[in-house]
């Protein structure tokens, strides 16, 4: 509770957004506040201005393009992924969004907050990856796209930087993939011990969350049980040790899951 | 928290020391730093502004050299403050030839971080200052870099 | 466009407007009770957890601790002061009672409107639609297992 | 000339109204709902005074350092704040807390700030009054507070070391009290036994109830006459003033609190006392209100968690049938950084030495500590849930070790009813209860029958089934003589509550508790008491909402804590209504010219037995004796206001035996668990649960329920994810909900309850106090994990808190969980 003083604008368009974030460094986007309100009420955070994105039409769109490529409003919630009939070309999608916290949070959080914020229990993160997922962000400079697997950098922290904003989330067609999620979490549906990711079609990609500060991607040659875990093995994993799992619990879990995940997914995937 | 590791540096060994002993190349290598004052060649301060994503976090860190024996291991202690944030560390660094005339460092850190920080959770905490501390390498293999071909 | 530090919000609660100038740091709950003075709407944590200070935001429930009173410049808002009509209670409120679904009252404002947002959206849940619908909601006294009962018989059209 | 005038000639008719006689024991709806479920209740952050300031406090983020100075200027300097407040301020202006132990406890000196050394991280070292809560919290980190760290201490079972950092050097030792306790004849027993059973270690964790209300107060300050107004949620402001009055060096009237609507407290509000005087300092010195709201971290960071203990060198003599002789066991309680409540768990754990067993021969070597940890207070089954826990892990770990089936054994080992009362091996009796009754109910709720079968059916889907029993007594109205065990010096002894039942000028009853109900629904079940004693509905009486120690209904030990209200709270007000009644009989007899035993009361009314028609209503009583008394005879001693003291039947404690009646009722539940675990992750679920509860007669079934519900969700929430673990530099790592998991609607299983009611021989409608359930949940689900993990090398349980890390753990290694258990012929 009881924020450091900070500034408020709530921009009518993108274009007003970007100027405002490029005015000043210490100047953030708020989403859904999820995340970021919480940061500063433990006034880990302080920005100096948040520029306020919930007025902004043009980043709540859902569109599902000709060839199945869904791209996602930034500002879309998760209420809405699950709810809508575009994102059912990607069941998975509203099925991970109806595993995220609870129904208030679901009714504000944003896919676009959910993987800036990148904390790295966040269920998008991993999943965006595995989907291969690319990401649209405009500066002042202009807009250019940042695959998934390049968009996280650390805790907090993603190819979106100061002065740039996360506009839209393009999701590839499926093309016959299957795709699963498995968890452990603290308690049913909360905070993710770890989580995994899977997208089989061809090649599979495999995408554990909260072993590190960004997902790590494995790439397993094969579906295969034996070969799943043995790929999750070689990755190396270094998974912080904490009061809900120790490192070495971590590790199992992301054997264990992966396994299921990939096992899930190919069941799902359509030949 | 304990955290430890390897790094290879394609310097010398007397390059890599020299420059973990200079302290306006260590200051390089801290996350944010914004002023950096040398008090004695055991004793530095720095206020800096360590990036969080989210916004910064602020702290003003006091450097003392604990122990060496040069070309080969350093201790240092680093002791911060900001508002209602507390972190101390203890980093050991052993430097050794490794074959082919570069460097190796066997480094370990141990963090320890109050405040609001910590009631943020477990979940962010420890990735945070992992990630902090590899930036720290990656600057450090910069620098010696630097000194290297600036040498 | 400037940012700004402090602003003018009009807001509609329980079907009256109120402006008011808050500063832009002033959680919405805080507004809500320390400016509106409408003290139903409680909080438990610090964290976005608990779900004490539950409201409905433009008929969306959502915790009141993680949005800005300046966010809530033309919302519409229902709290739990809102509920009963000309002295009748709400059928959620009276089922709570009922069913022995309260005992410090604490959680109950912020529960109730989970119940409503949830009745208001699905006629017929389920129970474990019910127990999902208050996922986001913590209550520390009485197990929930009144809870759900209570809000499945307003569902059943018992109360 | 009055037209309310009444003679026999002419009484009043009033209109017929509907009485059910008989409401004790039904179910009537409770008073406290339509405010509550309107948002009209009243909770400590709801109050507002003109000018008021928002204290918030500056607090260690170091476990354990000396404070070198202390810089409020900058703070001071800021627009909007009125003062601030420091531990120096506090030690030349407040006399330590008075402490309860004998030395070295006795010796710690405790104040409302840290003074010169913080010993806890998140113990509070100044304080900030603002104009805004924002401000406030602005303004403390102004606050420059300068530390020299010093080692910490965490580890209670290190706290005795030479090397161990001492937190108080007053005490010169991190030992609060220790003493031994040798009941029955132990070394007998171990020569009776045909085996005894060896545990190295058992730990009961650290967690809280962590009510949803955190904790907070305005505190008034009357210069005129130098008396403060606390209005807050302190759940016990008699024994808050015991140790705040002498701080503040006033007499005890100089206080006066006050209290609403609590939302929650479970004990975890029973010492605000330091938060309350640093308030009270701020009011007077500022000449304004203060108001302090404590926010969820804080309340996990720096108010109070459940006593940590450790048994170690466990023996337990047991016969080849598995009968159970009784133990032997060295108890480490882990107080954290100051005594406050404590030691009074020392002893309380005794109120339910053998737990619910036939146990005769017990020796305990107990121990309490100082760590560097927020301070302990009680916390729903204060210091008896820890007992009663290690008594189940004995009867499953003897089971397990032996090969027995636990249901048996508890069979075996259990108290009969027809031993009723029994008298514990330490003086305390078991008034009544069947408990082989309760848990044949809770197995067949189970469908215990069907167990084996749904066993191999769970393996066919890759899961292990499991069953566990927990049984547990909750033991009610403390005589609190037992503190004179710890320490012969105290003067406290037996226990009391008050009521004040009052008919008022327009005929409204009103009764006054003295006890500070958060949520336990005292107003309907008083009002229940009431209404059948005076022959009225509880519709008809108004029972006061909270609290307030200018109302004058309140004694020593008023409050609500360790499950008395159903004995104490409701003698108090059967005595008052009594009281009452017999004015009003006499009263009515006087207008209405006859003897008080001709006179009954009903339906509203005083009436003559024999001619109903000579009739007063309740509103005709009131009005004569408060407005209209002119000719009633001179003798009459009637002031239809009634106080009443209950005082339960208690003698003081044979202290050198350490022996007696500790408290008056004890209800027991039975809880069976079902659980499926996961093999590979050791994630686990419950997949059936039934609990059994046996109150006595029970004056509102459903509250009686409600408790059972809330309390089984406790002890599920602590027997699988919520711990207060500390790290070596004794950081908190679950310091708010982020990592404190409290179970939320999807975490709760199908629960099944029942109920036996054996009624109390020693209280009014033989009830018992009740509500603490005595950690059921965590013991059952201990014993479900143990008894689910035995096809994979029979680990053993041996925490109280198994979060899926902990189980994967037994599954991975079943050998290391079982190394500190053994089986030796004696």
């Given at each position: 509770m009881l924020l450091r003083e900070v500034e408020y604008a709530r921009p009518s368009s993108v274009a007003e957004a970007v100027e405002l974030l490029a005015d000043n460094p210490n100047a953030r986007p708020l989403a859904g506040g999820q995340t970021l309100i919480n940061v500063m009420k433990a006034r880990v955070a302080s920005p100096e201005v948040l520029v306020d994105l919930n007025g902004l039409e043009e980043l709540k769109g859902i569109e599902l393009g000709g060839e199945g490529t869904l791209e996602l409003g930034a500002m879309v919630t998760y209420s809405q992924a699950m709810s809508s009939a575009e994102c059912r070309a990607r069941p998975i999608l509203g099925e991970v969004a109806a595993q995220i916290a609870d129904v208030q949070v679901r009714n504000r959080g944003t896919i676009g907050g959910n993987i800036c914020a990148n904390d790295p229990t966040n269920h998008l993160p991993p999943l965006l990856v595995a989907l291969g997922a690319t990401m649209t962000i405009v500066g002042r400079e202009g807009e250019r796209t940042v695959p998934a697997d390049d968009f996280f950098l650390g805790v907090y922290m993603t190819a979106a930087g100061p002065g740039e904003l996360l506009t839209t989330v393009t999701v590839p067609p499926a093309k016959g993939a299957g795709d699963a999620f498995a968890s452990v979490t603290i308690g049913r549906d909360g905070t993710g011990i770890v989580n995994v990711a899977a997208s089989v079609n061809g090649d599979s990609r495999l995408v554990v969350g909260c072993v590190a500060a960004v997902p790590v991607l494995i790439r397993p040659g094969s579906t295969d049980e034996d070969a799943v875990r043995e790929a999750v093995h070689r990755a190396g994993l270094d998974p912080p040790s904490d009061v809900h799992a120790s490192a070495d619990y971590r590790r199992h879990l992301a054997e264990v899951l992966a396994a299921r995940a990939v096992e899930q997914a190919a069941g799902r995937r359509r030949s | 928290m304990k955290l430890e590791g390897t790094r290879s540096f394609e310097a010398p060994r007397q390059a890599v020391w020299e420059v973990l002993n200079d302290p306006a190349r260590m200051a390089k290598t801290m996350p944010g730093v914004e002023s950096f004052d040398v008090q004695d060649d055991r004793h530095w301060k720095a206020n800096v502004k360590i990036p969080l994503g989210l916004g910064v976090l602020p702290l003003s860190i006091g450097f003392e050299k604990i122990e060496e024996r040069p070309i080969e291991y350093a201790r240092l202690h680093a002791n911060g403050s900001g508002v209602g944030a507390i972190m101390s560390m203890a980093t050991g660094f052993h430097l050794s030839e490794a074959d082919g005339g570069g460097t190796d460092m066997r480094w370990e850190a141990e963090v320890k971080v109050a405040g609001p920080v910590g009631s943020m959770g477990q979940r962010v905490l420890q990735p945070i200052v992992n990630q902090q501390v590899q930036n720290v390498l990656a600057a450090l293999d910069e620098q010696v870099q630097e000194a290297y071909s600036a040498g | 466009m400037e940012a700004v530090s402090s602003k003018t919000v009009a807001v509609e609660v329980n079907g009256d407007l109120y402006e008011r100038e808050v500063d832009a740091r002033r959680l919405l709950v805080h507004f809500i009770r320390?400016?509106?003075?409408?003290?139903?709407?409680?909080?438990?944590?610090?964290?976005?957890?608990?779900?004490?200070?539950t409201v409905l935001y433009d008929g969306q429930a959502v915790k009141s601790c993680m949005l800005l009173a300046v966010q809530a410049d033309g919302a519409r808002i229902e709290t739990v002061e809102g509920l009963a009509q000309d002295g009748e209670l709400h059928p959620l409120q009276q089922a709570f009672s009922d069913h022995h679904a309260l005992q410090c009252g604490y959680c109950t404002p912020g529960m109730l409107l989970s119940a409503k947002h949830l009745l208001d959206n699905?006629?017929?849940?389920?129970e474990t639609e019910i127990r999902r619908a208050i996922q986001g909601n913590i209550c520390r006294c009485t197990g929930y297992v009144n809870i759900v009962e209570a809000i499945a018989a307003v569902a059943r059209g018992e109360a | 000339m009055s037209e309310t005038t009444v003679t026999p000639e002419r009484p009043i008719t009033v209109e017929e109204r509907e009485v059910k006689p008989g409401f004790v024991g039904t179910n009537v709806p409770r008073k406290e709902d339509a405010r509550l479920v309107q948002g009209q209740g009243v909770f400590a952050d709801d109050m507002r005074r003109h000018g008021m300031g928002y204290v918030h406090f500056v607090r260690s983020p170091y476990a354990h350092a000396q404070i070198t100075g202390i810089d409020v200027s900058k703070a001071l300097e800021l627009e909007g704040v009125y003062g601030t407040l420091t531990g120096d301020e506090v030690a030349i202006q407040t006399d330590p807390f008075f402490e309860l132990s004998t030395p070295p406890g006795s010796e710690i000196k405790d104040y409302a700030l840290a003074v010169g050394k913080v010993r806890w991280m998140g113990e509070p070292v100044a304080a900030v009054v603002a104009a805004t809560r924002e401000l406030a919290r602005d303004a403390a980190e102004l606050v420059e507070v300068e530390y020299e760290p010093l080692p910490v201490l965490v580890d209670a079972e290190k706290a005795q070391d030479v090397e161990a950092p001492i937190l108080h050097d007053d005490a010169g030792s991190n030992v609060v009290w220790s003493g031994e306790f040798d009941w029955g004849d132990f070394d007998a027993a171990l020569a009776e036994a045909d085996r005894v059973v060896k545990i190295d270690r058992l730990h009961f964790h650290r967690f809280s109830s962590t009510p949803l209300e955190c904790s907070g107060c305005i505190v008034e300050y009357e210069r005129a006459t130098g008396q403060w107004t606390l209005f807050g949620n302190h759940q016990m402001p008699g024994v808050g003033a015991i140790w705040m009055a002498p701080a503040l060096r006033v007499g005890i009237d100089k206080l006066r609190f006050v209290s609403h609507d609590i939302g929650g407290a479970f004990g975890n509000k029973i010492t605000l006392h330091p938060y309350f005087v640093a308030c009270c300092l701020l009011a007077r010195k500022l000449r304004r209100p203060v108001q302090w709201t404590e926010w969820r971290t804080d309340q996990h960071m720096a108010n109070t968690h459940g006593n940590e203990r450790t048994f170690l060198d466990i023996e337990v003599p047991v016969r080849s049938d598995g009968t159970m002789l009784g133990f032997k066991v060295r108890a480490i309680d882990d107080c954290g950084a100051f005594p406050r409540y404590e030691p009074l768990g020392c002893i309380i754990w005794a109120q339910v030495t053998p737990g619910c067993y036939r146990w005769r021969h017990v020796r305990v070597d107990f121990t309490q500590v100082c760590t560097n940890k927020s301070p302990v207070a009680p916390n729903r089954g204060y210091s008896r849930m820890q007992q009663l826990w290690f008594t189940e892990r004995l009867v499953d770990i003897v089971a397990h070790e032996l090969e027995l089936d636990p249901v048996e054994v508890r069979k075996r080992n259990y108290i009969r009813?027809?031993?009723?009362p029994y008298e514990t091996p330490n003086g305390c009796v078991y008034d009544s209860g069947d408990y082989a009754l309760c848990l044949d109910k809770a197995l067949e709720l189970i469908d215990y029958g069907s167990i084996e079968q749904r066993r191999e059916e769970a393996a066919t889907r890759g899961k292990l089934l499991g069953l566990g029993i927990g049984s547990t007594l909750d033991s009610g109205t403390n005589n609190f003589g037992q503190s004179m065990i710890l320490n012969p010096e105290l003067q406290f002894s037996g226990n009391n509550e008050v009521a004040t039942v009052k008919l008022d000028l327009f005929g409204e009853i009103v009764v006054t508790l003295g006890t500070v109900p958060q949520g336990q629904g005292h107003e309907t079940t008083a009002s229940q008491v009431v209404a059948d004693i005076l022959g009225c509905t509880p519709d008809d009486v108004h029972v006061r909402p909270g609290h307030d120690s200018y109302w004058n209904s309140h004694a020593g030990f008023s409050g609500t804590y360790a499950s008395q209200f159903a004995v104490t709270g409701i003698g108090a007000v059967k005595g008052a209504t009594e009281r009452l009644a017999t004015e009003m009989r006499q009263l009515a007899a006087a207008v209405l010219g006859c003897a008080p035993d001709d006179i009954e009361l009903a339906e509203g009314q005083a009436r003559m037995r024999e001619n109903p028609e000579a009739a007063l209503p309740f509103m005709a009583l009131g009005a004569i004796i408060n407005a209209n008394n002119a000719g009633l005879p001179q003798d009459l001693d009637v002031t239809l206001n009634c106080r009443y003291v209950y005082r339960p039947p208690f003698e003081k404690p044979d202290v050198e035996r350490k022996y007696g009646n500790l408290t008056l009722t004890y209800a027991n539940q039975v809880h069976a668990c079902v659980i499926e675990i996961d093999g590979e992750t050791g994630v686990y679920e419950i997949v059936d649960y039934a609990a059994v509860d046996d109150c006595g007669h029970r004056i509102h079934p459903q509250i009686v329920e409600g408790q059972v519900h809330g309390a089984m969700a406790h002890g599920l929430g602590a027997a699988t994810h919520e711990q207060f673990p500390y790290d070596e530099d004794g950081t908190?790592?679950?310091?708010?909900f982020y990592d404190y998991h409290v179970p939320h609607a999807l975490d709760m299983p199908p629960l099944k309850t029942d109920y036996v009611e054996s009624p109390s021989p020693f209280t009014n409608y033989g009830a018992k106090g009740m509500g603490e359930g005595g950690g059921a949940g965590i013991h059952a689900v201990c014993a479900a994990i143990q008894d689910a993990l035995r096809p994979l090398g029979g680990p053993i349980v041996t925490d109280s808190c198994n979060p899926p890390n902990r189980v994967w753990e037994l599954i991975r290694d079943p050998e290391a969980a079982r190394a500190g258990v053994a089986v030796e012929s004696a």
């Amino acid at each position: 509770m009881l924020l450091r003083e900070v500034e408020y604008a709530r921009p009518s368009s993108v274009a007003e957004a970007v100027e405002l974030l490029a005015d000043n460094p210490n100047a953030r986007p708020l989403a859904g506040g999820q995340t970021l309100i919480n940061v500063m009420k433990a006034r880990v955070a302080s920005p100096e201005v948040l520029v306020d994105l919930n007025g902004l039409e043009e980043l709540k769109g859902i569109e599902l393009g000709g060839e199945g490529t869904l791209e996602l409003g930034a500002m879309v919630t998760y209420s809405q992924a699950m709810s809508s009939a575009e994102c059912r070309a990607r069941p998975i999608l509203g099925e991970v969004a109806a595993q995220i916290a609870d129904v208030q949070v679901r009714n504000r959080g944003t896919i676009g907050g959910n993987i800036c914020a990148n904390d790295p229990t966040n269920h998008l993160p991993p999943l965006l990856v595995a989907l291969g997922a690319t990401m649209t962000i405009v500066g002042r400079e202009g807009e250019r796209t940042v695959p998934a697997d390049d968009f996280f950098l650390g805790v907090y922290m993603t190819a979106a930087g100061p002065g740039e904003l996360l506009t839209t989330v393009t999701v590839p067609p499926a093309k016959g993939a299957g795709d699963a999620f498995a968890s452990v979490t603290i308690g049913r549906d909360g905070t993710g011990i770890v989580n995994v990711a899977a997208s089989v079609n061809g090649d599979s990609r495999l995408v554990v969350g909260c072993v590190a500060a960004v997902p790590v991607l494995i790439r397993p040659g094969s579906t295969d049980e034996d070969a799943v875990r043995e790929a999750v093995h070689r990755a190396g994993l270094d998974p912080p040790s904490d009061v809900h799992a120790s490192a070495d619990y971590r590790r199992h879990l992301a054997e264990v899951l992966a396994a299921r995940a990939v096992e899930q997914a190919a069941g799902r995937r359509r030949s | 928290m304990k955290l430890e590791g390897t790094r290879s540096f394609e310097a010398p060994r007397q390059a890599v020391w020299e420059v973990l002993n200079d302290p306006a190349r260590m200051a390089k290598t801290m996350p944010g730093v914004e002023s950096f004052d040398v008090q004695d060649d055991r004793h530095w301060k720095a206020n800096v502004k360590i990036p969080l994503g989210l916004g910064v976090l602020p702290l003003s860190i006091g450097f003392e050299k604990i122990e060496e024996r040069p070309i080969e291991y350093a201790r240092l202690h680093a002791n911060g403050s900001g508002v209602g944030a507390i972190m101390s560390m203890a980093t050991g660094f052993h430097l050794s030839e490794a074959d082919g005339g570069g460097t190796d460092m066997r480094w370990e850190a141990e963090v320890k971080v109050a405040g609001p920080v910590g009631s943020m959770g477990q979940r962010v905490l420890q990735p945070i200052v992992n990630q902090q501390v590899q930036n720290v390498l990656a600057a450090l293999d910069e620098q010696v870099q630097e000194a290297y071909s600036a040498g | 466009m400037e940012a700004v530090s402090s602003k003018t919000v009009a807001v509609e609660v329980n079907g009256d407007l109120y402006e008011r100038e808050v500063d832009a740091r002033r959680l919405l709950v805080h507004f809500i009770r320390d400016d509106l003075e409408l003290t139903g709407t409680h909080i438990g944590c610090d964290t976005g957890n608990c779900g004490a200070c539950t409201v409905l935001y433009d008929g969306q429930a959502v915790k009141s601790c993680m949005l800005l009173a300046v966010q809530a410049d033309g919302a519409r808002i229902e709290t739990v002061e809102g509920l009963a009509q000309d002295g009748e209670l709400h059928p959620l409120q009276q089922a709570f009672s009922d069913h022995h679904a309260l005992q410090c009252g604490y959680c109950t404002p912020g529960m109730l409107l989970s119940a409503k947002h949830l009745l208001d959206n699905n006629h017929e849940p389920t129970e474990t639609e019910i127990r999902r619908a208050i996922q986001g909601n913590i209550c520390r006294c009485t197990g929930y297992v009144n809870i759900v009962e209570a809000i499945a018989a307003v569902a059943r059209g018992e109360a | 000339m009055s037209e309310t005038t009444v003679t026999p000639e002419r009484p009043i008719t009033v209109e017929e109204r509907e009485v059910k006689p008989g409401f004790v024991g039904t179910n009537v709806p409770r008073k406290e709902d339509a405010r509550l479920v309107q948002g009209q209740g009243v909770f400590a952050d709801d109050m507002r005074r003109h000018g008021m300031g928002y204290v918030h406090f500056v607090r260690s983020p170091y476990a354990h350092a000396q404070i070198t100075g202390i810089d409020v200027s900058k703070a001071l300097e800021l627009e909007g704040v009125y003062g601030t407040l420091t531990g120096d301020e506090v030690a030349i202006q407040t006399d330590p807390f008075f402490e309860l132990s004998t030395p070295p406890g006795s010796e710690i000196k405790d104040y409302a700030l840290a003074v010169g050394k913080v010993r806890w991280m998140g113990e509070p070292v100044a304080a900030v009054v603002a104009a805004t809560r924002e401000l406030a919290r602005d303004a403390a980190e102004l606050v420059e507070v300068e530390y020299e760290p010093l080692p910490v201490l965490v580890d209670a079972e290190k706290a005795q070391d030479v090397e161990a950092p001492i937190l108080h050097d007053d005490a010169g030792s991190n030992v609060v009290w220790s003493g031994e306790f040798d009941w029955g004849d132990f070394d007998a027993a171990l020569a009776e036994a045909d085996r005894v059973v060896k545990i190295d270690r058992l730990h009961f964790h650290r967690f809280s109830s962590t009510p949803l209300e955190c904790s907070g107060c305005i505190v008034e300050y009357e210069r005129a006459t130098g008396q403060w107004t606390l209005f807050g949620n302190h759940q016990m402001p008699g024994v808050g003033a015991i140790w705040m009055a002498p701080a503040l060096r006033v007499g005890i009237d100089k206080l006066r609190f006050v209290s609403h609507d609590i939302g929650g407290a479970f004990g975890n509000k029973i010492t605000l006392h330091p938060y309350f005087v640093a308030c009270c300092l701020l009011a007077r010195k500022l000449r304004r209100p203060v108001q302090w709201t404590e926010w969820r971290t804080d309340q996990h960071m720096a108010n109070t968690h459940g006593n940590e203990r450790t048994f170690l060198d466990i023996e337990v003599p047991v016969r080849s049938d598995g009968t159970m002789l009784g133990f032997k066991v060295r108890a480490i309680d882990d107080c954290g950084a100051f005594p406050r409540y404590e030691p009074l768990g020392c002893i309380i754990w005794a109120q339910v030495t053998p737990g619910c067993y036939r146990w005769r021969h017990v020796r305990v070597d107990f121990t309490q500590v100082c760590t560097n940890k927020s301070p302990v207070a009680p916390n729903r089954g204060y210091s008896r849930m820890q007992q009663l826990w290690f008594t189940e892990r004995l009867v499953d770990i003897v089971a397990h070790e032996l090969e027995l089936d636990p249901v048996e054994v508890r069979k075996r080992n259990y108290i009969r009813s027809d031993e009723m009362p029994y008298e514990t091996p330490n003086g305390c009796v078991y008034d009544s209860g069947d408990y082989a009754l309760c848990l044949d109910k809770a197995l067949e709720l189970i469908d215990y029958g069907s167990i084996e079968q749904r066993r191999e059916e769970a393996a066919t889907r890759g899961k292990l089934l499991g069953l566990g029993i927990g049984s547990t007594l909750d033991s009610g109205t403390n005589n609190f003589g037992q503190s004179m065990i710890l320490n012969p010096e105290l003067q406290f002894s037996g226990n009391n509550e008050v009521a004040t039942v009052k008919l008022d000028l327009f005929g409204e009853i009103v009764v006054t508790l003295g006890t500070v109900p958060q949520g336990q629904g005292h107003e309907t079940t008083a009002s229940q008491v009431v209404a059948d004693i005076l022959g009225c509905t509880p519709d008809d009486v108004h029972v006061r909402p909270g609290h307030d120690s200018y109302w004058n209904s309140h004694a020593g030990f008023s409050g609500t804590y360790a499950s008395q209200f159903a004995v104490t709270g409701i003698g108090a007000v059967k005595g008052a209504t009594e009281r009452l009644a017999t004015e009003m009989r006499q009263l009515a007899a006087a207008v209405l010219g006859c003897a008080p035993d001709d006179i009954e009361l009903a339906e509203g009314q005083a009436r003559m037995r024999e001619n109903p028609e000579a009739a007063l209503p309740f509103m005709a009583l009131g009005a004569i004796i408060n407005a209209n008394n002119a000719g009633l005879p001179q003798d009459l001693d009637v002031t239809l206001n009634c106080r009443y003291v209950y005082r339960p039947p208690f003698e003081k404690p044979d202290v050198e035996r350490k022996y007696g009646n500790l408290t008056l009722t004890y209800a027991n539940q039975v809880h069976a668990c079902v659980i499926e675990i996961d093999g590979e992750t050791g994630v686990y679920e419950i997949v059936d649960y039934a609990a059994v509860d046996d109150c006595g007669h029970r004056i509102h079934p459903q509250i009686v329920e409600g408790q059972v519900h809330g309390a089984m969700a406790h002890g599920l929430g602590a027997a699988t994810h919520e711990q207060f673990p500390y790290d070596e530099d004794g950081t908190l790592l679950t310091a708010n909900f982020y990592d404190y998991h409290v179970p939320h609607a999807l975490d709760m299983p199908p629960l099944k309850t029942d109920y036996v009611e054996s009624p109390s021989p020693f209280t009014n409608y033989g009830a018992k106090g009740m509500g603490e359930g005595g950690g059921a949940g965590i013991h059952a689900v201990c014993a479900a994990i143990q008894d689910a993990l035995r096809p994979l090398g029979g680990p053993i349980v041996t925490d109280s808190c198994n979060p899926p890390n902990r189980v994967w753990e037994l599954i991975r290694d079943p050998e290391a969980a079982r190394a500190g258990v053994a089986v030796e012929s004696a």
